[in-house]
């Protein structure tokens, strides 16, 4: 019996207005009133997925920041990992003199050290707006706090950066496209994936009860760890073939969810009766 579902935000739960759709809300509600449960998983901040929640007045586990944080339903924090000081200032080295728009996230906001017409249009997509933190370099040598690095550019640069980012500091990071422009930089086995596990412990439910929904690299360290995963059609190819399943929208996965446990609860009442 599936008993928890997971599912990204942008690309998956969220269209590109940044809403949730009536249709997702209805099926939200069937969730709601079956009694299982639902997780966000999103390279989004805690605060960012609070306010989708309000909007569609629902609860649920929070895995924000690519795994960097875990928030249960009533708000505590099970998790937190950042980048050691050290760490941090030497990834930011190596990227901070590329065209790309750089920004660091700290959990409760993400900081740029300057801002630009490329800039306004990234934060666009945000709920929340950039904070301006000159001289970055120093402040990371002084701990700033990091949880998460994102790159926005062309894509061919971005590959470059994600090479050299490999081939220097591959052991201690774990890199991937989280959208069509977008490089996310993590400390090593920091993950949705791995986050989600720490979760399922806390819960005391097996991988196999269950089901996660994305559509980016982020989100393949999800598919992983249960049988229930399911890939948006929208996704890149080398995402879907580590899904289970693909679909079209979360209403579709609530939909198959739903089968499942009626299935699962007919069988149990059979095996019951013999």
Not at 190 to 217: N, Q
Not at 240 to 262: D, G, P, R, T, Y
Request: proline share 3%; hydrophobic share 40%; aromatic share 6%.
């Amino acid at each position: 019996m599936i008993k928890l579902i997971v599912s990204d935000l942008d690309g998956t739960l969220l269209d590109h207005h940044k809403k949730v759709t009536q249709r997702e809300i209805d099926t939200l509600q069937q969730v709601k009133e079956s009694g299982i449960t639902l997780c966000l998983a999103s390279g989004r901040m805690n605060l960012e997925m609070q306010r989708v929640l309000q909007e569609i007045d629902h609860q649920a586990h929070s895995v924000s920041q690519n795994g960097a944080f875990i928030h249960l339903v009533d708000g505590t924090l099970l998790q937190s990992k950042l980048f050691e000081p050290s760490l941090a200032t030497r990834v930011y080295q190596l990227f901070k003199d590329a065209d790309v728009v750089q920004f660091i996230c700290s959990g409760d906001a993400n900081y740029i050290e300057r801002l630009s017409p490329a800039a306004d249009a990234i934060q666009v997509r945000m709920f929340e707006p950039f904070i301006v933190q000159n001289d970055m370099e120093q402040a990371l040598q002084e701990a700033f706090p990091v949880c998460k690095f994102s790159l926005f550019g062309s894509l061919d640069i971005l590959l470059g950066l994600k090479a050299l980012l490999e081939k220097e500091l591959g052991d201690q990071l774990d890199i991937y496209l989280s959208d069509k422009d977008c490089l996310d930089i993590m400390p090593h086995q920091v993950s949705k994936g791995s986050s989600l596990l720490t979760l399922l412990t806390h819960l005391g439910l097996k991988p196999e009860e269950i089901a996660c929904v994305g559509d980016s690299f982020n989100d393949v360290s999800m598919f992983r760890i249960t049988p229930h995963s399911f890939a948006m059609n929208s996704a890149h190819p080398d995402v879907k073939k580590h899904a289970s399943f693909q679909v079209n929208s979360v209403s579709e996965v609530i939909a198959h969810v739903l089968a499942h446990n009626e299935k699962w609860t007919n069988e149990l009442k059979g095996t019951t009766s013999l």
